[in-house]
C-alpha cells in the first residue's frame, strides 16, 4: 500500500498536524496524507515507511550532498576574487564553516574534504605572494584541525561499515595531504621569520606546530670560565 505495508495511512490537518477523521480529498489543502509506521519503520523521504536503519542512512546522504555542494560554492567564491589579506583570511574562514557546518560529526564526506583541502592549499599558494603570509594565514591551524577532526570521524565510521574495520585508501590519501598541508605550511611560516626571532608555536587538538628560523651563521656563545 502507501505506507509499504509497514504502517497506516492515515489523514492529518494542515493546520494543527492533528489527525482527521473522515475523508481527505485530492486536492484538498486543509488536509494530508500521512503514514504512521510500525516500530523499527520510519517515514522516509518519499513519505512512505521504511527500516530507520535505510532511512537514516538516505539522510546522511543528503546532508553530506548538501555540504559538498556548499564547498563547491566556496570553490566558485574563491576563483572570483583578488588575492590578498583579507581574502585569503575569508577564504579560510569559509572552509571552517562548511567543515563545522553540518548537523552531525558524520555529514562531511571524504569528497567534501578533498574539495576543501585544495581550496587551503589554493589560499597557500596565494598568502606566498603576500607581504604578511603569516598574518593573512592565521587562521589555517584551526581549519586544518577542524579538517583533520572530520576527517578522523569519516574513516572511523567508515571502518565500521566495512568487514574488519579496514582502512579506507581516500581516508590513507587525505590524512597525507593534511599531514603535507602542515608541513608546507611550516616552511611559509619559517621562510617569513627572521634568523633567531621568537619561536611561533601552535597546539590544536589534532597536532602541535613548532616553527623557529635557527641562524646557523652565528658563531656560538661561550660562557666565561
Known amino acids: 500500500g502507501g505506507c509499504s505495508g509497514h504502517g497506516q495511512c492515515v489523514f492529518l490537518s494542515t493546520l494543527t498536524n492533528e489527525e482527521v477523521f473522515g475523508e481527505c480529498y485530492e486536492g484538498d489543502v486543509a488536509c494530508t496524507a500521512s503514514c504512521v509506521c510500525d516500530v523499527g519503520y520510519r517515514s522516509s523521504a518519499s513519505g512512505k515507511c521504511a527500516e530507520e536503519e535505510q532511512v537514516g542512512a538516505d539522510d546522511l546522504l543528503a ?28 577564504w579560510l574562514g569559509s572552509v571552517s564553516e562548511v567543515v563545522g557546518g553540518g548537523s552531525g560529526s558524520d555529514d562531511v564526506s571524504s569528497d567534501t574534504l578533498t574539495t576543501l583541502l585544495d581550496v587551503v592549499s589554493y589560499a597557500m599558494t596565494s598568502a606566498s605572494s ?85 641562524d646557523l651563521t652565528s658563531p656560538p656563545t661561550t660562557s666565561p670560565t
Open 63 to 90: 546532508r553530506q550532498t548538501a555540504l559538498k555542494q556548499v564547498s563547491e560554492g566556496v570553490v566558485a567564491y574563491v576563483n572570483m576574487q583578488e588575492t590578498s589579506e583579507q581574502t585569503v583570511t575569508s
Open 130 to 214: 603576500l607581504s604578511d603570509v603569516t598574518g593573512s594565514l592565521s587562521g589555517l591551524p584551526d581549519t586544518l584541525d577542524k579538517i583533520a577532526s572530520a576527517s578522523l570521524t569519516s574513516s572511523l565510521l567508515s571502518s565500521r561499515r566495512r568487514l574488519g574495520g579496514e582502512s579506507n585508501s581516500t581516508d590513507i590519501v587525505l590524512g597525507q595531504v593534511i599531514g603535507e598541508t602542515l608541513r608546507n605550511y611550516t616552511v611559509l611560516v619559517g621562510e617569513g621569520m627572521a634568523p633567531g626571532q621568537a619561536a611561533t608555536t601552535v597546539v590544536q587538538r589534532n597536532f602541535r606546530l613548532h616553527v623557529e628560523n635557527i
